[in-house]
């Protein structure tokens, strides 16, 4: 079974940047897709970005789009999302998660979650 783990969250100053990691177990990485979840405070966890197997195609949720790039190196079974021009409506934990297809992660089937890493932007 694949395990997760994310790294790289932390806190930092509204505009500024954070990159954060997620590193894969098991065999299965380079052949799903990955995403990035988020959960503020008293907030329902939302999608934040996603990308295909091999990197080629990518989803953003509108308001992270131009300032939040996702990608892969299937070499290293890791995952990024670089976060920048970040606003304090950013605050939360920031989950990874694998999903057969870009799509099915859409629809909720997301087959392992990370434990999160909490990014906090301030004012």
């Known amino acids: 079974q694949v395990q997760l783990v994310e790294s790289g969250g932390g806190l930092v100053q509204a505009g500024g940047s954070l990159r954060l990691s997620c590193a894969a177990s098991g065999s299965t990485f380079s052949s799903n897709a990955m995403a990035w979840f988020r959960q503020a405070p008293t907030k329902e966890r939302e999608f934040v970005a996603a990308?295909?197997?091999?990197?080629?195609?990518?989803y953003y949720r509108s308001s992270v789009k131009g300032r939040f790039t996702i990608s892969r190196d299937n070499a290293k079974n890791t995952v990024y999302l670089q976060m920048n021009s970040l606003k304090p409506e950013d605050t939360a934990v920031y989950y990874c998660?694998?999903?057969?297809?870009?799509?099915?992660?859409?629809?909720?089937?997301?087959?392992?979650w990370g434990k999160g890493t909490l990014v906090t932007v301030s004012s």
């Open positions: 998660a694998l999903g057969s297809t870009i799509t099915t992660i859409l629809d909720n089937a997301v087959d392992a």
């Open positions: 990308v295909s197997w091999s990197g080629g195609r990518t």
